[in-house]
T-cell receptor, first 110, second 113 residues
Framework: DAKTTQPPSMDCAEGRAANLPCNHS???????VYWYRQIHSQGPQYIIH???NNETNEMASLIITEDRKSSTLILPHATLRDTAVYYC???????????FGTGTRLTVIP | EPEVTQTPSHQVTQMGQEVILRCVPI?????FYWYRQILGQKVEFLVS????????KSEIFDDQFSVERPDGSNFTLKIRSTKLEDSAMYFC???????????FGPGTRLLVL
């Protein structure tokens, strides 16, 4: 079962930062936080992952709280193409499967 | 950038027929997965495959399903006798040895009539 809680939907104005929250209060010490997104029934697309430090790549930044019970995915300048369902997933290294919850449907508004 | 590819993109079949969905994982990846997504529902894990054998499967992956790596590049999912409820998007994914990230293909939309 998904061990994360995300708001079902969010809107963001084009060009603004999109901040997507995720609660994972039961996360274990060795579990990573992963973010994927799915654009209109396409295959899930990997965005970023982290353990306890904040991470940044060309797509997004991941901010993990010190107690690791929650995290925020930040898309710094949202575009219309970022409209998608965003999934926050916790996963033990080496685990075979990803448990996708219902995610957050982000709509970027012109 | 290397990608996972899947064929066909769409497949329509009659109930009771066999279907084979094909995937070409990213080159040098050795861990392979199948997931499915029924319309409007969550993405669900079906099976993982490594070293020519199933490493884990979900309760969805019953005797009607099988996976195979017939050659060095393809990874297939076979449904022996399709049911209406098998209608879904099927996603293949692969992962590199030592890596933790699964990369997904674009999916095959299967419609069982």
């Amino acid at each position: 079962d998904a061990k994360t809680t995300q708001p079902p939907s969010m809107d963001c104005a084009e060009g603004r930062a999109a901040n997507l929250p995720c609660n994972h209060s039961t996360i274990s010490g060795n579990e990573y936080v992963y973010w994927y997104r799915q654009i209109h029934s396409q295959g899930p697309q990997y965005i970023i992952h982290g353990l306890k430090n904040n991470e940044t790549n060309e797509m997004a930044s991941l901010i993990i709280t010190e107690d690791r019970k929650s995290s925020t995915l930040i898309l710094p300048h949202a575009t219309l193409r970022d409209t998608a369902v965003y999934y926050c997933i916790v996963r033990v290294p080496g685990a075979n499967n990803l448990f996708f919850g219902t995610g957050t449907r982000l709509t970027v508004i012109p | 950038e290397p990608e996972v590819t899947q064929t066909p993109s769409h497949q329509v079949t009659q109930m009771g027929q066999e279907v084979i969905l094909r995937c070409v994982p990213i080159s040098n990846h050795l861990y392979f997965y199948w997931y499915r997504q029924i319309l409007g529902q969550k993405v669900e894990f079906l099976v993982s495959f490594y070293n020519n054998e199933i490493s884990e499967k979900s309760e969805i992956f019953d005797d009607q399903f099988s996976v195979e790596r017939p050659d060095g590049s393809n990874f297939t999912l076979k449904i022996r006798s399709t049911k209406l409820e098998d209608s879904a998007m099927y996603f293949c994914a692969s992962r590199a040895t030592g890596g933790e990230t699964q990369y997904f293909g674009p999916g095959t939309r299967l419609l069982v009539l």
